[in-house]
């Protein structure tokens, strides 16, 4: 989470150009569209539908929730007895 209290964390973040990753969460392009069209996380398409500069948000808290609930959680490694 946020623990730098001068950071400034999104609503909205932009998909990636094509060819990069999401400097948020590491996924492509084609994964979020993915997630967005299976409704995992939400989106919001901005312009109208005449304008061919229509521009895809995805809502931060929706991706990082996601994120989360498809973490694997950490495993404890036990020092051997000495």
């Known amino acids: 989470m946020n ?3 001068t950071e400034i964390r999104p609503t909205w973040v932009r998909m990636p150009r ?3 990753l999401c400097p ?3 996924m492509t ?3 979020l569209y993915k997630l967005c069209a299976s ?3 939400k989106s919001a398409i901005i ?3 005449e304008s061919r500069r229509r521009v895809r948000l995805v809502n931060y808290d929706s991706l990082m929730a996601f994120i989360a609930a498809h ?3 950490v495993k404890q490694e036990t ?4």
């Open 79 to 82: 020092a051997p007895a000495a």
């Open 24 to 26: 948020y969460s590491g």
């Open 47 to 49: 312009g109208n539908r």
């Open 29 to 31: 392009r084609g994964s």
């Open 71 to 73: 973490a694997e959680p």
């Open 18 to 20: 094509n060819g990069t």
């Open 3 to 5: 623990t730098n209290p």
């Open 39 to 41: 409704g995992a996380i």
